[in-house]
């Protein structure tokens, strides 16, 4: 008798115990580096790292940029705010609408940023680490709709004296790179956050991040833009 129809099921059994460790893991972590109360300064303001199990915040550049986007969003209560590519919403975060391709979820309209029209513009629109995947992550890959993104959200998604705040990692997207090296007037102002080691971020000057790897030296995104647009 083949030992395939016993082999599949223990296979199956160790990959949901790997996964409920490693669930439980990031659990303990996420309560230990909150208890922490680490802080970092953007923009002359002090912040609280976010950390939480889901995505492994501690690890990556949503310790940062979540903090500085709820911070802005906190003084736009009653204000129509759309958040471009659905991340909020895994860390509890709703009341607004969003907008993403390929996830679902309360709010979230599936359409393509590049070209979505909303019935009303937004006061504020908000984008953590989603627009470097536009026309990058696609196939066939098409790096300039990246710009169509921008132009669309700028035209006919934001209301006039509207926000925009984009964060975008740097060099996950070599287009993207080269777009921000420009320094476009099309984000607004452009700010530099850099991981200095495995949890610390520092605000450095672009100088500081222009040749920076991503998932080097550390894992995930070692540096990131924050843009304010105000059209």
């Known amino acids: 008798m083949s030992n395939t129809y016993y082999k599949e099921p223990r296979k199956s059994l160790r990959k949901q115990l790997v996964l409920l460790l490693r669930a439980v893991k990031n659990k303990i972590l996420s309560y230990y580096y909150y208890t922490k109360k680490e802080e970092f300064t953007f923009h002359s303001?002090?912040?609280?790292?976010f950390f939480h199990n889901y995505n492994a915040t501690w690890e990556n550049e949503r310790a940062v940029e979540i903090p500085i986007i709820l911070a802005a969003l906190s003084s736009l209560k009653g204000k129509k705010i759309l958040?471009?590519?659905?991340v909020?919403?895994?860390?509890?975060f709703t009341g607004h609408d969003f907008v993403d391709k390929y996830e679902g979820g309360v709010n979230v309209l599936n359409s393509d940023i590049a070209?979505?029209?909303?019935?009303?513009?937004?006061?504020?629109?908000?984008?953590?680490?989603?627009?470097?995947?536009?026309?990058?992550?696609?196939?066939?890959?098409?790096?300039k709709?990246?710009?169509?993104a921008?132009?669309?959200?700028?035209?006919?998604?934001?209301?006039?004296?509207?926000?925009?705040?984009?964060?975008?990692?740097?060099?996950?997207?070599?287009?993207?790179?080269?777009?921000?090296?420009?320094?476009?007037?099309?984000?607004?102002?452009?700010?530099?956050?850099?991981k200095v080691s495995k949890r610390i971020w520092e605000e450095v000057?672009?100088?500081?991040?222009?040749?920076?790897?991503?998932?080097?030296p550390f894992s995930a995104s070692n540096a990131i833009c924050i843009s304010f647009y105000i059209k």
């Open 145 to 148: 709709k990246f710009n169509d």
């Open 83 to 86: 958040e471009v590519g659905n």
């Open 205 to 216: 000057p672009y100088e500081k991040v222009r040749d920076t790897k991503y998932n080097y």
């Open 88 to 92: 909020l919403q895994h860390y509890g």
């Open 150 to 194: 921008i132009r669309n959200i700028s035209e006919n998604c934001l209301a006039k004296g509207g926000t925009l705040i984009v964060t975008l990692p740097v060099g996950y997207n070599s287009y993207v790179d080269k777009y921000l090296a420009k320094q476009p007037s099309a984000l607004g102002e452009l700010f530099f956050l850099k």
């Open 115 to 143: 070209d979505f029209k909303p019935v009303q513009k937004y006061d504020c629109i908000v984008s953590i680490s989603t627009l470097e995947h536009v026309g990058w992550d696609e196939e066939p890959r098409e790096p």
């Open 45 to 49: 303001h002090i912040y609280n790292y």
